[in-house]
């Protein structure tokens, strides 16, 4: 689910789709209801690859301006992280070496600057990334 496309293009979807149509753009709360294992990504270069922006986008639905596209499709915080974490690491039959913090994974993972459960979706992007660890060795710290 290309959430980030949901944030810098969903204002003009709004303008061109009806809601019907909106409905099936990105439809993770269906796709979580139904049992499909939903995955973020962000269609990089076509739009920014700003996790935390994803993040938010997948659960508010949030436009540029403001405006909520189809937020009944909207997921629960847990389920964007998953998105993000495990579900993608399942897409790409990665699973057993990635996607969670295990023994034996690859500990490629990020500390944020807040708890993203701990706080509004809406304000998931004022969230800074305080290290990055990639194969358990630290390849950025703030």
């Known amino acids: 689910m290309h959430c980030v496309a ?3 293009l969903g204002d003009s979807y709004i303008r061109n789709f009806t809601s019907e149509q909106l409905a099936c753009a990105y439809p993770g709360r269906t796709w979580f209801d139904r049992g499909i294992v939903a995955v973020g990504s962000s269609d990089v270069p ?3 690859c700003d996790v935390l922006v994803n993040l938010r986008s997948a659960v508010t639905r949030l436009t540029a301006t403001g405006q909520r596209m189809a937020p009944e ?5 847990d389920e964007a ?8 690491a399942f897409a790409s039959f990665e699973e057993t070496l990635k996607g ?8 490629d993972l990020v500390v944020l ?6 706080i509004p ?5 004022s969230l800074s990334v305080d290290m990055t660890v990639v194969d358990g060795r630290v390849v950025y710290e703030r």
């Open 121 to 125: 979706a809406e304000e998931l992007p």
């Open 81 to 88: 992280l998953r998105m993000f974490t495990i579900n993608g």
């Open 46 to 48: 076509v739009v920014d």
């Open 100 to 107: 969670t913090i295990t023994p034996g994974k690859l500990a």
């Open 6 to 8: 949901l944030y810098e």
């Open 113 to 118: 600057s807040g708890n993203p459960r701990a």
């Open 73 to 77: 499709q909207g997921v629960t915080i």
